[in-house]
């Protein structure tokens, strides 16, 4: 594109001089040079006069929105109440601009110019992250002369050719970044909050709207200057369409509301006795996780529950430096309080580690109450299990205190499809459950990835765990297809004339059903091939030539059948106790994991679970190329 020079302080003309290129549709802007305007003194006062305006910008599902303030101002004057701070650029990019007077015209007027010029010569529209380019490098070589443009804007539009919305924040230092909601002026400091808290990325236009009334409401509330209301316009698929937007209604301050009487559905602490002869209560709050945009913004309330507790027993047995420094130390002022307030945990969570913590005492045990309390943390929902691990981790307690009741736990809930339980059974080290769980995802899933808590997106096993899963389940692959093929290396030197039928034979059988080759079955988990493989009866018949054949008249069906069922049993799973021997150590030295083996080749030697060779290499959690020289080792040492 061969835009129009952007005036800058060396080459803007003088007053009354006539540019060379006034006929050109772009070129005459040069004749519209900075003649009337004077640089500014100081440079905090062009930064505090951009900041009286105000502009907000959202993108949602399939729109932008661009709300600009009405008001313009010059210091504490307001000049105009009908100012329109923004500017269609083509019919699907519109910028809105704060900064000093003489900047935002000059300069919107040759964005303008130059984006429609490139417009009627090339036939075609600029695209809004082409525009936003231009704009920031024109911004940048005026940066580098002696006048800068005290510019800053926001260029909302939509991407015909991507199908989406787009959101530019650029800034009078030439800075520019594609964003979801950004803000310029005083809608900085107070709604940057509200829009993290509220947006996000599938909004639809409503809520779009009512996203955009919470930060003017704000702006209402505690700006001291009038900004007179809102210029709000949408650029979408079908082009910039101005959006009727009401100033008139009245926004009520949180000071008015003090006096007020708490409402009848306010929520009444649910009580729980941990202990009868109690001298504490910890008051657990939990909010909602999420805010939806017809809220007001302030977290929602989900449940408020009371734990009756003793403070000195939670001292002595609770094992956490945080609540043992928490209770008695005098710098914090819950050690002199008889309620205790704990927000955003889940009731529940805390239950299971008080019940852990109480259940040390034999006595309360085997009390009624320990029994009714336990009975109940039993029947916690396995979703909520990441809500003990974190309330754990919150407190600082040891992991090991919870493995006895995560034991009773898992007895009593889980299920034959326990697949979820993955990340639970790995922290609380219940190597039974992990060694069911991984057998069932390596044998039935074609990819195996684990489940993520979505309230809890940082708690997952270690990665190198799901890729030994995948790498145990494309071995067992490699081997069904070695065990299928090995009665074959017989035939090839087979001398009778009915052997090219019988291996014909054989393989057609295979291929028909459906699970053969093996190693093009990867969308099939291996149970579903074996069960595919199980029907191989089913599709072969042996020649009549070859019956009297000795090399022929092999039970095929039942090499098939071995096969399957010994794949079947050949991978037990993933062993903790080998896992815990096989960490990355110091200059990668595993003599533990050596001699964890015995001289009967024990592959399960005083490990809680029993398994075999498999399951020990896949459970090998250092570097792969000693694991390779171990089993070197381990061979050698049987072989001789």
């Known amino acids: 594109m061969s835009e129009v020079k952007a005036p800058t302080a060396h080459h803007r003309p003088l007053a009354g001089a006539r540019s060379s290129k006034s006929f050109d549709l772009a070129g005459s802007l040069k004749s519209l040079a900075y003649n009337n305007q004077t640089a500014p003194s100081n440079k905090h006062f062009i930064l505090h006069s951009s900041c009286e305006d105000v502009l907000l910008g959202i993108t949602g599902k399939d729109f932008t929105i661009i709300a600009a303030s009405k008001a313009a101002m010059r210091g504490a004057t307001v000049l105009k109440a009908s100012d329109d701070k923004t500017r269609p650029l083509s019919k699907h990019i519109l910028m809105a601009l704060t900064g000093e007077a003489g900047d935002t015209i000059q300069f919107a007027e040759y964005v303008q110019a130059n984006v429609q010029l490139y417009g009627m010569r090339n036939d075609i529209e600029l695209n809004p992250s082409a525009t936003a380019s231009f704009i920031r490098t024109e911004l940048a070589k005026a940066l580098r002369s002696r006048r800068p443009y005290t510019v800053n804007l926001l260029l909302g539009g939509y991407d015909t050719i991507n199908d989406k919305p787009t959101l530019h924040w650029i800034d009078y230092l030439a800075s520019s970044a594609p964003v979801p909601y950004a803000a310029h002026g005083y809608a900085q400091y107070y709604c940057l909050s509200t829009l993290d808290k509220h947006h996000h990325p599938d909004i639809s236009f409503e809520q779009g709207m009512k996203i955009l009334r919470m930060c003017t409401d704000e702006l209402k509330r505690r700006l001291p200057i009038d900004f007179k209301g809102m210029t709000v316009k949408v650029v979408t698929k079908d082009g910039i369409r ?177 697949s979820k339980l993955l990340y639970p059974c790995y922290q609380f080290n219940h190597a039974v459950g992990f060694l069911s769980i991984t057998k069932n995802l390596v044998y039935n899933h074609a990819h195996i990835e684990e489940y993520k808590n979505e309230n809890h997106p940082d708690l997952h096993v270690p990665p190198r765990i799901i890729g030994a899963l995948n790498g145990a389940r494309g071995h067992l692959r490699v081997v069904l297809a070695r065990w299928l093929w090995a009665p074959l290396q017989n035939m090839m030197t087979a001398r009778c004339a009915c052997k090219g039928d019988t291996v014909y034979l054989y393989l057609q059988a295979l291929a028909k059903t459906g699970g053969y080759p093996v190693d093009q079955q990867g969308r099939k988990s291996v149970n579903d091939i074996c069960h595919q493989l199980g029907l191989f009866k089913k599709h072969f018949h042996l020649p009549q030539s070859s019956k009297g054949c000795a090399k022929c008249a092999r039970d095929w069906t039942g090499i098939v059948a071995r096969a399957v069922q010994d794949i079947q049993e050949y991978f037990d799973g993933i062993c903790l106790d080998c896992m815990d021997h096989t960490q990355p150590k110091f200059l990668d030295e595993h003599d533990d994991y050596w001699n964890h083996l015995s001289l009967t080749m024990k592959w399960d030697l005083k490990c809680r679970v029993s398994h075999g060779q498999a399951s020990w290499y896949s459970s090998f959690m250092g570097r792969p190329d000693t694991r390779e020289t171990l089993l070197k080792r381990v061979k050698k040492r049987f072989n001789n």
């Open 242 to 418: 101005e959006e009727e937007y009401k100033d008139d209604e009245p926004v009520a301050c949180p000071a008015m509301a003090i006096d007020i009487a708490p409402t009848s559905d306010s929520i009444v602490p649910r009580v729980v006795t941990i202990v009868d002869d109690h001298d504490l209560i910890l008051r657990v709050t939990q909010h909602t996780r999420t805010q939806k945009a017809a809220e007001d913004g302030r977290d929602k309330t989900k449940a408020v529950v009371d734990f009756q507790v003793t403070r000195q027993y939670l001292v002595d047995n609770s094992e956490s430096d945080f609540l043992k420094r928490l209770l008695t130390t005098r710098h914090f002022a819950e050690a002199g309080k008889r309620i205790i307030d704990l927000d955003e945990q889940n009731p529940l969570a805390i239950e299971v580690i008080l019940c852990t913590i109480y259940r040390k005492d034999e006595g309360w045990r085997s009390s009624a109450l320990g029994r009714e309390v336990t009975a109940r943390t039993l029947k916690l929902h396995w979703e909520y299990l990441w809500d003990v691990v974190a309330s754990t981790r919150y407190f600082m307690i040891e992991f090991f205190n919870l493995d006895t009741w995560f034991g009773l736990w898992y007895e009593k809930n889980h299920t034959a499809d326990n």
